[in-house]
């Protein structure tokens, strides 16, 4: 978590202690980890998924192929240690503390099911990436959150 809110800072992205990885490990899921109800945007303002059982049906409305600055990830792997569910996977990497074992990992440019569960891997593999959502209530779905001054203007009839 504490990566996902350093690199939301770096970004500008406002309330960035609010960010957390998309990881699961024994005994925590990454779906349980969320309090809030989505929706999630990637950071160009496209929604991903408008609800924690839209991240969990089986289908994204958008793939989460980009960073926390605009970035486009292509097909890269990202470790999740989480199954379609939300739910952990046994690969975890030992709770992400080994190179030794297996870890799930997803796809960064699709929005099937395999963006979080495409299969286990090698732990020392080279992903270096992971998933980084915000946890926090959404009231406005209008650009205002974007910091556009888009959001600002008003059409008056």
Request: proline share 4%; charged share 15%; aromatic share 12%.
């Amino acid at each position: 978590d504490a990566i996902c809110r350093n690199l939301a800072l770096a970004a500008g992205i406002r309330q960035a202690e609010s960010f957390k990885a998309w990881l699961s490990a024994d005994g925590t899921s990454a779906i349980g980890r969320f309090q809030h109800d989505g929706p999630w945007m990637r950071p160009d303002g496209i929604v991903v998924a408008k609800s924690r059982q839209d991240l969990t049906d089986g289908y994204l409305d958008s793939p989460i192929n980009r960073t926390e600055t605009g970035l486009y990830l292509g097909g890269n792997g990202i470790w999740t240690g989480t199954l379609l569910s939300g739910l952990p996977s046994s690969a975890n990497c030992s709770n992400w503390n080994s190179t030794a074992t297996t870890g799930e990992y997803g796809s960064a440019n699709t929005i099937l099911y395999t963006w979080t569960s495409e299969g286990a891997l090698t732990c020392g593999f080279a992903y270096a990436n992971f998933y980084c959502l915000q946890d926090l209530p959404l009231i406005f779905l209008d650009g205002f959150e974007s910091h556009g001054t888009e959001a600002w203007s008003v059409t008056l009839p």
